[in-house]
Nanobody, 119 residues
Framework: RVQLVESGGGSVQAGGSLRLSCAAS????????MSWYRQAPGKEREFVSG???????SYADSVKGRFTISQDNAKNTVSLQMTSLKPEDTAIYYC?????????????WGQGTQVTVSS
């Protein structure tokens, strides 16, 4: 079973920076992509950034130029460097691992880490 543990959340003022990390453990016998989602109070969970097994990254328009995702396949970790944070970035941030075994696929989620940006 795959487990994801996020860390690095916290409270910052607008314009500040935070770095989130997510470590995957367990039996990861698949080709996998890792990504970050977030969910603000009263809103649906939304995609923030992702990276695939080829090293290609993608970002939501709202975070382009401010957030940078990086993945370390050897350590099964993914990080999200967040800069120029805005109050609207306030949310619970979740790490997701998409696992494709070739005969099926699964999504695994972390428990989430709170990011609060004050104005």
């Amino acid at each position: 079973r795959v487990q994801l543990v996020e860390s690095g959340g916290g409270s910052v003022q607008a314009g500040g920076s935070l770095r989130l990390s997510c470590a995957a453990s367990g039996h990861i016998y698949c080709s996998y992509d890792m990504s970050w989602y977030r969910q603000a109070p009263g809103k649906e969970r939304e995609f923030v950034s992702g990276t695939d097994s080829n090293g290609l990254s993608s970002y939501a328009d709202s975070v382009k130029g401010r957030f940078t995702i990086s993945q370390d396949n050897a350590k099964n970790t993914v990080s999200l460097q967040m800069t120029s944070l805005k109050p609207e970035d306030t949310a619970i941030y979740y790490c997701k691992l998409y696992c494709n075994t070739g005969s099926g696929w699964s999504n695994y989620w972390g428990q989430g880490t709170q990011v609060t940006v004050s104005s």
